[in-house]
């Protein structure tokens, strides 16, 4: 059944996509996380990455989470001496968090789920003008 179908690609990627937003906002409340002893590592930005899965069931590819993997990237440095982080020429490191792309990431994350939510809606609109339509 086709609506099935399309209900369940949905869902998938509501699924991905809501994992994908928890993640962000971690990365967002941990970007002014530093170490807490010298010498010790900040927060490491997270990243979801996806893959498509074949559902036998319904003969369709649907997306799923993949993995979350840290981001490997180079941290930052800011000078402040007075830190327990600090090394012995005052600078603590970041986060390798740059917030503004999180906020980008994060709305994209959500237009993604919102469209998918359209889809279930509209579905679910259709199928009940049918049920209206054969009473």
């Known amino acids: 059944m086709d609506l099935d179908k399309s209900l369940n690609i949905s869902a998938a990627g509501m699924r991905a996509q809501g994992t994908r937003l928890r993640v962000i906002a971690e990365n967002i409340?941990?970007?002014n996380s530093t170490a807490q002893t010298p010498g010790g590592e900040p927060y490491r930005r997270k990243l979801v990455t996806f893959e498509n899965e074949l559902d036998r069931a319904i003969g369709a590819e649907m997306v799923r989470v993949d993995s979350i993997v840290v981001d490997r990237g180079a941290f930052g440095r800011r000078f402040e001496p007075g830190h327990p982080a600090a090394d012995e020429d005052g600078y603590v490191l970041t986060p390798n968090v740059n917030s503004l792309m999180e906020m980008s990431?994060?709305?994209?994350?959500?237009?993604?789920?919102e469209a998918n939510l359209k889809v279930i809606e509209s579905s679910r609109s259709?199928?009940?003008?049918?049920i209206d339509i054969l009473r």
Do not use: H, P
Not at 106 to 111: G, L, P, S, V, Y
Not at 126 to 130: I, R
């Open 29 to 31: 409340a941990n970007a």
């Open 105 to 113: 990431d994060m709305r994209e994350a959500q237009r993604s789920y």
């Open 126 to 130: 259709m199928l009940q003008k049918t």
